[in-house]
Nanobody
Framework: QVQLVESGGGLVQAGGSLRLSCAAS????????MGWYRQAPGKQRELVAR???????NYTDSVKGRFTISRDNAKNTAYLQIDSLKPEDTAVYYC????????????????WGQGTQVTVSS
């Protein structure tokens, strides 16, 4: 049982910055990768950034150089630092944690946070 709580969204002018946080609680020992996704109105949810349990990050091309994902395993928290915001970054940002099954080998389950709204004005 894992709960993800996101925070840090808001309304920011283009060029500004935000830092999103995702705090995991509950049974966190089986968390492997964590990631950030976003969904704009009328569009599919897309992967923004992902970080492995060992701290190796991956980014979608549209955010490389502007977004930074990190995690603090001691605090069971993932972060997304967003710089140089653009209006097209406006979306609901969701945190995801992949939880390994304790009974089925090579199976994992995705847990999602409630989402936090990021709005970028021009």
């Amino acid at each position: 049982q894992v709960q993800l709580v996101e925070s840090g969204g808001g309304l920011v002018q283009a060029g500004g910055s935000l830092r999103l946080s995702c705090a995991a609680s509950g049974s966190t020992v089986n968390i492997s990768a964590m990631g950030w996704y976003r969904q704009a109105p009328g569009k599919q949810r897309e992967l923004v950034a992902r970080i492995s349990s060992g701290g190796s990050p991956n980014y979608t091309d549209s955010v490389k150089g502007r977004f930074t994902i990190s995690r603090d395993n001691a605090k069971n928290t993932a972060y997304l630092q967003i710089d140089s915001l653009k209006p097209e970054d406006t979306a609901v940002y969701y945190c995801r944690a992949d939880i390994r099954s304790s009974v089925v080998p090579n199976m994992s389950f995705a847990y999602w946070g409630q989402g936090t709204q990021v709005t970028v004005s021009s």
